[in-house]
């Protein structure tokens, strides 16, 4: 039984066929992999629902890469959270410039003093904050919101990222279900074909036990093509944020929009372009607005009160006025001073740290997409048009009576495994580019 790709259906494989020509056709030399046209539009991370998750979309087609990246950017916990942390820090702000309320109460003094009530009312009283300190309080909210934005930006792109890798793997894992599907047919009829030819003593007892061994390490490679076609799918769906998301037909063209980048170029566009640095670059005036208010922290507010009262004595009303604050004379909150002056120069190195990390990874990734961009060449401009050639002489002797329907059917099965090795090569390199692309952002 196989998987209908188009249908998600299960059919019985009429694997066995002693006309060759029905294999011959399935796969022709002219066929090749599907493929698959990477997305590079900005990753659109405005639209992720701060307010929780939407509603399954796991009933909608989903075919396509776009459809599955504007899913997960719009249901993917990990960017709710990052956006929720944005709610968090806006609502810090905007506590950060109100200012103290005043504060009210009842005062009683002399009570009983010649018998009498003494002196009996109410004072208000209100703090006064000086220094700007509620400005730079508010600066220092303004600056975590930019953070965090920053760190949004770079969940986001590496959410694509995932989805990218993920849907690129599914396509694989597609195609290589059809050409093990048809591997195990023209398989299947090599070893019919040689039943044939050693019932009637033209060939040995070894050469039908080889094609059987082909056919059963084909079935084995078959049953494990569909084991990753599932396993796929799931960490799609886990890429996406949709534990429902049910398998469909992927639409996509896996040799479509493959680039051939050079060193220097995909790193200064890293260094450029990164979340990751920039987020980092935003830690520094994080920082740096911190120690400013750290700096304004010893100035002391002013505490001022008033209050009226009846003097029950006198029979008048009397008014009182307060005003204090605190003499900075033992703490000018230099400690705090101290720290934020080093929270400063450890945002500073952390940026360095990053840029350093950000060209090993280019520089290591680059070196994976180079051998595979080899391998792909390789197989795409030499390998398989010789096999497809072959394959095309084999064809025409076979027609020509020259050759019989075993050569023709190994020729056939060397042709699909070739395929199936450029579809090994193509997977590195359409992967390792997605990677490189992506370096934008380190690993989570």
């Known amino acids: 039984m196989f998987l209908c790709l188009a249908c998600g259906c299960a059919h019985v494989s009429d694997r066995v066929s002693s006309t060759p020509s029905r294999a011959l056709q399935s796969v022709t030399p002219e066929s090749s992999p599907v493929a698959f ?9 405005r639209h992720v629902n701060a307010e929780g998750p939407e509603p399954s979309a796991s009933e909608t087609p989903l075919s396509t890469l776009e459809s599955l990246e504007r899913l997960a950017l719009s249901r993917h916990p990990e960017l709710g959270v990052s956006a929720a942390r944005i709610d968090a820090f806006r609502g810090a702000h905007r506590q950060a410039g109100l200012y103290p309320n005043p504060h009210a109460g009842y005062h009683a003094t002399e009570v009983g003093n010649l018998g009498t009530a003494g002196q009996q009312g109410g004072f208000v009283g209100q703090r006064f904050i000086t220094g700007g300190k509620l400005e730079l309080d508010q600066a220092v909210a303004a600056r975590q919101i930019e953070q965090s934005s920053r760190e949004l930006d770079t969940a ?26 048809e591997l195990v047919r023209v398989v299947s009829e090599s070893v019919d074909a040689s039943r044939r030819l050693y019932d009637g003593r033209l060939v040995g007892r070894n050469d039908l036990l080889q094609a059987q061994i082909r056919e059963d390490s084909s079935e084995i490679q078959l049953e494990a093509a569909h084991n990753d076609h599932v396993a796929s799918w799931r960490r799609l769906a886990a890429a996406v944020g949709d534990s429902e998301l049910q398998p469909t037909g992927l639409d996509g063209d896996l040799e479509a929009d493959l680039h051939e980048y050079e060193f220097d170029d995909r790193l200064a566009v890293v260094l450029s372009a990164s979340p990751e640095l920039i987020a980092a670059e935003a830690q520094i005036h994080v920082a740096e607005s911190k120690l400013l208010r750290a700096s304004r922290e010893w100035i002391p507010d002013i505490d001022v009160s008033t209050s009226i009262r009846y003097h029950n004595i006198t029979k008048s009303d009397v008014v009182n006025i307060q005003a204090g604050m605190p003499i900075p004379i033992f703490d000018r909150n230099e400690g705090n001073i101290d720290r934020a002056q080093a929270d400063v120069v450890a945002a500073r190195w952390a940026v360095e740290r990053i840029r350093l990390q950000l060209m090993d990874r280019v520089a290591s990734e680059f070196r994976r997409y180079a051998d595979a961009r080899v391998a792909w060449q390789r197989y795409r401009d030499g390998i398989v048009p010789q096999a497809t050639e072959s394959l095309k002489l084999t064809q025409q002797a076979h027609a020509a009576k020259q050759v019989g329907d075993l050569e023709l059917l190994k020729s056939h099965e060397t042709y699909i495994r070739m395929h199936l090795a450029q579809l090994d090569a193509l997977r590195n390199m359409r992967i390792s580019q997605v990677a490189l692309e992506g370096l934008v952002v380190g690993p989570q």
């Open 156 to 181: 986001a792109q590496r959410l694509l990222n995932d989805v990218r890798v993920r849907f690129h793997e599914v396509l694989i894992a597609q195609r290589r279900i059809e050409l093990m599907t």
């Open 37 to 45: 046209k990477p997305d590079t539009s900005p990753a659109g991370i």
